[in-house]
C-alpha cells in the first residue's frame, strides 16, 4: 500500500500522526476517538490491516480475541467497567464504517441508549 493509500489508522500506527494512545502491544494499539461519541470514546484497532469484519478469516481468530480482551482491559483501566460500556465494530457504508480498518469503539461514560442510530 503507497502513502496515499493508507489510512489514517496505518498512519497512526507508522506513527506519521499523532494519536493519544492509552495502549499498544504488538498486535494491537487503542487511542482516543477525535471526535468522541461519548465522554470516553477509545478505538481499538489491530495492527494489521483488516478492512473490515468481512474481511475475517479463521485464521484471525487468536487476534480477534486478543483484541477483546484488550477492550475489556482498557476499560477496567479507564474504570467505566463498573457502569458499563458498549462495544461498536461498525461494518461497510451503511454500517456506518468510515475509516476501512478493522476497529473496535469503546463507548462509556453515559447512558447510552438502544437502538442505536
Known sequence: MSDTQKTIFKKII???IPAKIVYEDELCLAFHDV???APTHILVIPKIEIRSLVEIKKSDKELLGHLLV???EIAAKLG????GYRV?????????????????HILAGR???WPPG
Open 70 to 72: 484488550v477492550t475489556s
Open 35 to 37: 471526535s468522541p461519541q
Open 80 to 83: 467505566v467497567s463498573s457502569a
Open 88 to 104: 461498536v465494530v461498525n461494518t461497510g457504508q451503511n454500517g456506518g464504517q468510515s475509516v476501512p480498518h478493522l476497529h473496535f
Open 14 to 16: 507508522d506513527r506519521e
Open 111 to 113: 447512558a447510552l441508549t
